[in-house]
């Protein structure tokens, strides 16, 4: 089954009941049971409510994965993986990591005495050279948020085979259209589904994806056990959403390439970060592993001012100033002061996120009147 048919069908089914093409809202929190213990799969909707399983095998099926599992948020599931683990174990991740991650990371999970190291990932011995007996997570981004950075996912797969080494991605960025990390040697894919698999800014979700069965025994209860389970509206939202995923994202990278190409030559640009360049640091890779190269787009602007970044980020008309991205509109945002504020200045600084760092969400809208937008912004 090919990539538009699956976002169409896999994982849905007309309702048995009445014949409704689309997924009803199973908007309930238990079920009746014919006797003690015996009941038509469902018994309480923190452990499994039709509509949200409807849509667990949907994202599952787009990752060519065999379990997946929906969160209240991105945080939630993220929150789920670290919960595999226990004190003393060591995670090794990207030293370029999205605002969120780094902050469930150090505020949270390090006072229970795990341990993480944070890398400059484009250099695959680095990761390397942190390995030891008690790694038992590599967290990969990539693309990362917000340089854009393209990490070999093969390569960090190589690192963790045969040492029970657990390598998990947050694939937000690409989607499954663009990238499938179980099928470059990933145990667990993740998405903050409030971005692209949405689609249309309108709800909040997280989801897990794995092949494994022992992990997905694990993410089950996990999910079960803390309960942080998204609703069935919700998951309804998002079922409708997957159906134009392949339509969206085909629109988001032709948007995106003739953003960046236009940024790229506009005299105010100091660098434009998109994989699909060809000066890109890790072009290559993203051609090996991405059929395509998305609509997030970072660049920095020459003098390298945040008054004139600040400027920039509220003279805009069609890209909206706002937190998130991956919605059919454009956003337009400020890492240093929004997404990654949490982050010391000097860790921003040292990974790329300068003050004039200015991020795009390039959306589905005509892609000239984007660039006018955007023109007329940095004339300003």
């Not at 209240?72 to 969120?100: F, H, N, Q, R």
């Not at 000097?346 to 003050?355: F, L, P, T, Y």
């Amino acid at each position: 089954m090919k990539f538009g048919t699956k976002a169409i069908h896999a994982g849905v089914k007309p309702d048995p009941a009445t014949g409704a093409i689309m997924t009803p809202i199973y908007q309930t929190s238990t079920y009746v049971q014919e006797a003690i213990g015996v009941n038509k799969g469902y018994a309480y909707s923190r452990s499994g409510n039709p509509t949200r399983n409807a849509l667990e095998n949907s994202i599952a099926a787009l990752e060519n994965g065999s379990y997946g599992a929906c969160f209240g948020s991105g945080m939630a599931a993220i929150d789920c993986v670290l919960k595999m683990l226990k004190p003393e174990d060591e995670v090794i991740s990207t030293d370029d990591l999205y605002g969120g991650s780094y902050r469930i990371f150090k505020t949270i999970f390090e006072k229970y005495g795990i341990k993480f190291h944070y890398v400059n990932m484009l250099d695959v011995k680095q990761v390397e050279s942190k390995i030891n007996q008690n790694t038992k997570l590599i967290w990969v981004e990539t693309p990362t948020n917000p340089m854009m950075n393209i990490i070999d996912i093969k390569a960090i797969a190589k690192l963790c085979k045969n040492k029970k080494i657990i390598l998990a991605v947050d694939n937000t960025f690409a989607t499954p259209y663009l990238q499938k990390p179980l099928e470059l040697g990933a145990d667990i894919v993740m998405h903050s589904v409030t971005k692209y698999l949405g689609g249309h800014s309108d709800v909040v979700m997280g989801a897990l994806v794995t092949k494994n069965d022992d992990i997905a025994k694990e993410m089950y209860h996990i999910q079960n056990a803390s309960g942080a389970v998204t609703a069935p509206m919700d998951s309804f939202l998002v079922l409708r959403g997957i159906k134009t995923l392949h339509l969206r994202m085909q629109r988001h990278c032709e948007n995106g390439a003739k953003i960046a190409a236009f940024l790229n030559e506009h005299p105010k640009v100091e660098n434009v970060y998109w994989p699909g360049l060809k000066t890109h640091k890790n072009h290559l890779i993203a051609k090996e592993q991405m059929s395509n190269f998305g609509g997030m787009i970072s660049f920095s602007l020459k003098g390298n001012n945040i008054e004139d970044a600040k400027k920039i980020v509220t003279s805009t008309k069609y890209f909206v100033l706002a937190e998130s991205l991956g919605g059919v509109e454009s956003l337009i945002g400020h890492p240093a002061t929004m997404t990654h504020a949490s982050i010391p200045k000097n860790v921003r600084e040292k990974s790329g996120i300068v003050d004039s760092l200015i991020r795009l969400s390039v959306g589905v809208e005509d892609v000239t009147d984007l660039i006018e937008d955007l023109n007329n912004a940095l004339k300003a």
